[in-house]
């Protein structure tokens, strides 16, 4: 069940914030992305099971990033990471293929349920 993922968030805190919460939980981090377009080249780098990204980057956001990870592999699995009151965004994400969201501030239990209920 241990999924490869891979972390994109342009706030270093988040992601080692998310990175230490997945390793406590089995979970093995293997890269990780400040921005979309990094996001895109470590995809196709690292083919990682699963993607938690952050919706609001500079350079390329989260769901130019998603869309362009998508194109890479169709089959790509993607968490999408948002603060509260990015309702729209949140909906154009899943219309974009993302296969959950997480709201930040996060709680440790809910970035493991969403990472579960995704790679199964």
């Known amino acids: 069940m241990a999924g490869k993922i891979l972390i994109v968030d342009d706030a270093a805190f988040m992601r080692m914030m998310i990175k230490d919460v997945l390793t406590k939980n089995g979970f ?4 990780e992305a400040e921005n979309g377009k990094i996001a895109i080249e470590r995809y196709k780098e690292l083919n990682p099971d699963l993607v938690i990204m952050d919706i609001t980057m500079p350079e390329m956001n989260g769901i130019d990033a998603l869309k ?12 999408m990471c948002s603060a509260m009151g990015q309702q729209a965004m949140v909906i154009e994400a899943i219309q974009s293929g993302a ?3 997480i709201v930040k501030p ?13 790679l199964g």
């Open 28 to 31: 093995e981090v293997i890269g």
């Open 68 to 79: 362009g990870i998508k194109a890479a592999n169709s089959a790509a699995k993607v968490v």
């Open 99 to 101: 296969k959950d969201f």
């Open 106 to 118: 996060f709680q440790a239990d809910r970035v493991c349920e969403a990472v579960r209920k995704v």
